[in-house]
């Protein structure tokens, strides 16, 4: 095999050298789920080999250590060894794919690298791979992300000097290197009132207690009988007793389905995801895991059954369906918890900074329509259901009347509150001071209502 470089992959590859010859030695390089971010590495790492330079790849999973370990040896055909608990060393080989929590404990005793490659970069912020990045000061960092932003909604600006971005989700489903979606929100969500934010994201336990309350979970399977029986489905929990639950729901309709979470064994998880892609498993359960980097392209469907604040999380899921596959038209995503209105629909336009993410609306625009007959998502804009061709109602414009009093008020009050100026004065109402609004300060504004409750 050889490794074969899309145009955006080799000017991604391109900026980075540019960035490295004028001297920037922390480079974060951001592409979407799906673009082929491992190809991308095995090229700048062979690069870096030819010229006798070490190198460490950096992961925190076993499937995203199998998979670098995949391109990097059988694809790209570079001398690759292995620094993870349970996989055998080489010591000598230039290149190391390391699990950082083994890198962790074996840090004296690993040849210093020239250059470091993160993957999932935006987990550099956490205090594991801070303290690695310390141990290795004059090392060249390059950050590899689709979401790059920690989990709390900041930027990574203090651990990369310049960001490198790529091509956008859309870009590349309309160039043909990414699934077409079909978005699906078909129930109204759970109630969460009361689960409050804790480090970016919802608090798991209050999130857990009114999850338990919802009807997701029944509404997860039927929705799968009606709308894609026969998919290979991923299904991304809250909590691991209900992705345990699910997977049990399924299997009791006849439905092959297994849980997987971060404890689950390494040979499980392998043979899950083996079943997986050559169809004899229908349906994976998850929690804490196949959120980011895992590349499953059989992929059919993806059902989002956990609420979350973090836009990063919201795009690594929906991008594990997002992929290419033999056969694949496009891919369902079934939001049942409606991250959809907290985050926009996949490829929405979205402005990327070392200082973290811009959403492309306000928060208070509507962030697509729900179509009522298929419960298919639609662009704000849309007047019929891009899924399923109705007709969206006209909503007319209420207007609501309050029932009031009337009474008479001094014309001077008026006056000096500013309701009958035609325009924003240019002097203070109360004082004649110079202002650019009604008042020059709070204590004119103050005095000025004191003013107005005794009148009325």
């Known amino acids: ?84 608990a349970g996989y055998p060393s080489s010591p000598l080989a230039p290149v190391q794919i390391c699990s950082v929590q083994t890198l962790a404990r074996r840090a004296d005793r690993v040849t210093v690298p020239d250059i470091i490659v993160i993957d999932e970069a935006h987990h550099q912020a956490s205090a594991t791979y801070t303290k690695l990045a310390a141990a290795y000061p004059k090392a060249i960092q390059i950050g590899v992300t689709a979401s790059p932003m920690r989990l709390d909604g900041r930027g990574l600006g203090a651990h990369f000097d310049e960001m490198i971005v790529g091509p956008s989700t859309k870009d590349l489903i309309a160039a043909g290197y990414l699934s077409p979606y079909r978005f699906f929100a078909p129930s109204l969500g759970p109630s969460l009132k009361g689960v409050h934010t804790l480090a970016g994201d919802f608090n798991r336990h209050e999130l857990s207690g009114a999850m338990e309350k919802s009807s997701v979970v029944g509404d997860a399977v039927s929705t799968y009988q009606q709308h894609c029986p026969d998919a290979r489905a991923l299904m991304f929990l809250w909590s691991v007793e209900a992705s345990e639950q699910l997977a049990e729901r399924f299997r009791f309709f006849g439905i092959p389905a297994a849980h997987i979470d971060g404890e689950t064994s390494a040979e499980v998880r392998r043979a899950s995801m083996r079943d997986f892609r050559a169809g004899i498993l229908r349906v994976i359960c998850s929690v804490e895991i196949f959120g980011e980097g895992v590349d499953l392209p059989a992929v059919d469907a993806v059902f989002l059954l956990r609420p979350t604040q973090s836009i990063g999380l919201y ?46 609306k306000p928060a208070s625009e509507p962030m697509g329509k729900r179509c009522p007959k298929c419960f298919g998502i639609s662009r704000p804009s849309a007047t019929v259901c891009s899924l399923c061709g109705a007709v969206f109602p006209i909503q007319p414009r209420e207007v609501t009347q309050v029932a009031g009093v009337l009474q008479e008020t001094d014309p001077d009050v008026l006056r000096l509150l500013g309701l009958n100026a035609a325009s924003a004065p240019r002097v203070c109402q109360r004082c004649g001071k110079p202002a650019v609004k009604r008042f020059c300060g709070s204590a004119c504004f103050l005095a000025a209502r004191r003013l107005w409750k005794r009148s009325a």
């Open 1 to 84: 095999m050889s490794l074969v470089l899309r145009d955006y992959q080799t000017d991604l590859i391109a900026r980075t050298r540019a960035a490295l010859g004028r001297g920037v030695r922390r480079i974060l390089l951001v592409a979407p789920c799906g673009a082929g971010k491992t190809v991308m590495m095995a090229e700048m790492v062979r690069s870096a080999v030819a010229k006798g330079r070490r190198v460490h790849l950096w992961a925190h999973r076993r499937e995203l250590i199998d998979q670098a370990a995949t391109t990097f040896i059988e694809a790209a055909d570079i001398h690759t060894g292995i620094i993870a």
């Open 315 to 360: 795009i690594q899921q929906v991008g594990r369906g997002l992929r290419l596959a033999p056969g694949k038209q496009h891919v369902r995503i079934f939001d049942h918890v409606n991250n959809w209105q907290r985050h926009g629909l996949p490829d929405d336009p979205r402005a990327w900074s070392l200082d973290g993410a811009q959403r492309s």
